[in-house]
């Protein structure tokens, strides 16, 4: 990923009225068996199929992304929640590896320090993409 396209920044947003937020696993998970006729249930935490919880759920895949094998460690990571309403962008997960000691720190921030991540991901030109969204 860094080594390609210099990437030293991941960020995942969710967003409000998300179509995901319909569903409950048990029910993603009965739809996934009757059009594919394979069952996934094994696969994955029940809480990380369906979005219940937004910000458990940019936990969990901030968590997914850091102990993936094929994100490099020295990536920076972080999981914000989008209000479509209100426009507001709101820091939830930062997982930013600690140089000196090896670990990483997970916190959750205030509104400024999200517009502050905001404005330095305009100027430095960071790109987002969201996965896994489907219009309700």
């Keep these: 990923m860094d080594y390609i396209f210099n990437v030293q920044n991941v960020i995942v947003v969710h967003h409000s009225f998300c179509g995901t937020t ?9 739809e996934f068996h009757d059009h594919h006729h394979a069952d996934i249930s094994p696969l994955f935490d029940r809480e990380s199929v369906a979005i219940m919880d937004y910000e458990k759920s ?4 901030v968590g997914l992304l850091r102990s993936s094998l094929a994100v490099p460690k020295n990536i920076k990571l972080y999981g914000f929640f989008f209000d ?9 997960v930062r997982d930013i590896p600690n ?19 905001g404005e330095q991901a305009a100027r ?13």
């Design 22 to 30: 319909t569903y409950t696993p048990e029910l993603l998970i009965e």
């Design 84 to 92: 479509i309403n209100s426009g507001e962008l709101t820091e939830v």
């Design 58 to 61: 940019l936990r969990n895949d």
């Design 99 to 117: 140089k000196t000691r090896g670990d990483r720190s997970l916190s959750r921030s205030n509104r400024s320090r999200s517009a502050w991540l």
């Design 124 to 136: 430095r030109g960071w790109h987002f993409q969201a996965f896994a969204c489907k219009s309700a």
